[in-house]
C-alpha cells in the first residue's frame, strides 16, 4: 500500500457539504466569491487579453456594470468575458448588460444567468455541438479527434466552399468552444479536456431528453429512465455487457446514435465483451440508427442483422478485434463513414464495400 510521507496531507474539493461530513474531514475551508476587483481583473483577461481597458475605454463602464452580475464567481467572469471576446463594440457589450436572461426566476438546476446567457449567444452550429456534448458523464475526459469524429457522424459539420476537411472544421468548432470557454484542459493530461460540471449541467438543461447518458453501473436492479423523444445515446463500457444494459436503448424505437466511451480498463488489460445475442437484439431494437460507435469492445464477428439498418451512416469498430465482416454490410447504402483502426485480425472487407 502507498503512503505519503510524513506530514503529508489529502485535499479534497467540492461543491457537496455531504462530501465533508462523509470522508471525515478535520477541517473545512469554504472557498469564498472573487473581490470585484479580482473578479473583473478575470473578465477583462478574457474579454480583451489584457489586465484593464486602456485599450478600450468606451468599454469600461458596461464592462464594469456586467462584473457586478457575475457577482465574484469566476466560472460567470470566465464564460462572460470568452463569449464578448470577438465583440469590441460598445452596443454588443450593452445588450448583454441588459438581457432579460438576468431577472429570469433560478431554475431548479441553478444554471447562472451568465452561463445561459452565454449559450443564448452562440451561432447555431456551435449551440448544436455543444449541447451534444452532454452525452458525456460529468468529469469525462475526453480527446479533440473523438469529439470531432462524433460531430461528423452527426452531421452536425459543414463544409464551406474552400478547401478545408471535415477534421480541420471540427477543431475550429472546438477551438471556438474552448476559448469562451465552454471545455477546459484536464488538470491530469494535457492532451485531453473536459467540461465544469456546471456548463455540463448548461447543456443537460438546454438539450432536455433528446441526448441520454446512461451510467456506468445500474443500481439498485432499476432501469434508467430513457424518453421516447431521446435521439442520442452513449454509455460506458464495463468489462461484461449484460443484456438488460442494452435493453434500456432497445425502447426508444427512434434512436439515432448509440456511443459507447471507453474508461481505464481499456488499458488495464481486461477485454470488454459484448455477447452476439445481445448486439443483434441490441440492433435489431434501433432500425432508425444512424451512428453506432462501439470502439474497444471484444467483438470477433457482427450479426448479419445489421445489413437491416438501413439509415447507417456511421460505424465505428475500431480497436474490436473483428474477424470479419458479414456479407450483409454492403446493403447499407447510406454508409459513409466505416472506422476499422486497429482491427488487425480482420481479413478483409466484404464485396461491395471494398475501395
Not at 475550429?172 to 492532451?191: A, G, I, K, M, T
Not at 465544469?196 to 447518458?213: K, P, Q, R, Y
Not at 446514435?257 to 471507453?262: C, D, G, K, Q
Amino acid at each position: 500500500m502507498r503512503t505519503g510521507a510524513q506530514g503529508s496531507r489529502v485535499i479534497v474539493t467540492t461543491r457537496n457539504e455531504g462530501v465533508v461530513s462523509t470522508i471525515g474531514a478535520s477541517s473545512a475551508y469554504v472557498l469564498q466569491e472573487l473581490s470585484n476587483d479580482d473578479c473583473l481583473s478575470l473578465f477583462v483577461q478574457q474579454a480583451l487579453g489584457t489586465t484593464n481597458f486602456d485599450t478600450h475605454p468606451h468599454l469600461k463602464e458596461v464592462g464594469e456594470k456586467i462584473v457586478k452580475k457575475c457577482k465574484g464567481l469566476p466560472l460567470a467572469a470566465r464564460t462572460l468575458g470568452g463569449m464578448l471576446r470577438t465583440k469590441l463594440d460598445h452596443d454588443a457589450w450593452d445588450q448583454i448588460l441588459k438581457s432579460k436572461i438576468w431577472y429570469l426566476p433560478k431554475e431548479k438546476n441553478n444554471i447562472l444567468p451568465a452561463l445561459k446567457l452565454s449559450y443564448h449567444h452562440l451561432p447555431s452550429h456551435l449551440k448544436r455541438c455543444f449541447a451534444y456534448c452532454v452525452i458525456f458523464p460529468k468529469y469525462y475526459e475526453f480527446e479533440v479527434g473523438e469529439l470531432v469524429l462524433l460531430w461528423m457522424g452527426e452531421g452536425f459539420l459543414h463544409q464551406t466552399k474552400g478547401k478545408k476537411s471535415m477534421e480541420d472544421i471540427g477543431v475550429e468548432y472546438f477551438l471556438e468552444l474552448l476559448v469562451r470557454p465552454f471545455f477546459q484542459q484536464s488538470n491530469c493530461r494535457s492532451s485531453k479536456f473536459v467540461m465544469h460540471d456546471l456548463i455540463n449541467d448548461l447543456a443537460l438543461f438546454v438539450v432536455g431528453d433528446v441526448c441520454f447518458n446512461l451510467e456506468d453501473k445500474v443500481e439498485n436492479n432499476q432501469q434508467h429512465t430513457i424518453y421516447e423523444r431521446t435521439r442520442h445515446s452513449s454509455c460506458i463500457c464495463q468489462t461484461y455487457e449484460i443484456a438488460r444494459k442494452f435493453d434500456t436503448f432497445g425502447m426508444v424505437k427512434n434512436l439515432r446514435s448509440l456511443v459507447a466511451l471507453p474508461t481505464n480498463i481499456q488499458g488495464s488489460g481486461d477485454r470488454v465483451y459484448i455477447s452476439m445475442k445481445v448486439l443483434h437484439g441490441l440492433l435489431m431494437g434501433m432500425r432508425c440508427l444512424r451512428m453506432l460507435s462501439l470502439v474497444g469492445y471484444y467483438i470477433s464477428e457482427l450479426p448479419n442483422s445489421i445489413g437491416e439498418l438501413k439509415h447507417l451512416r456511421y460505424l465505428n469498430f475500431s480497436n474490436c478485434s473483428i474477424r470479419r465482416l458479414p456479407d450483409s454490410m454492403s446493403c447499407l447504402y447510406n454508409l459513409q463513414t466505416l472506422i476499422l483502426c486497429d482491427c488487425d485480425e480482420l481479413t478483409g472487407l466484404p464485396i461491395g464495400l471494398e475501395s
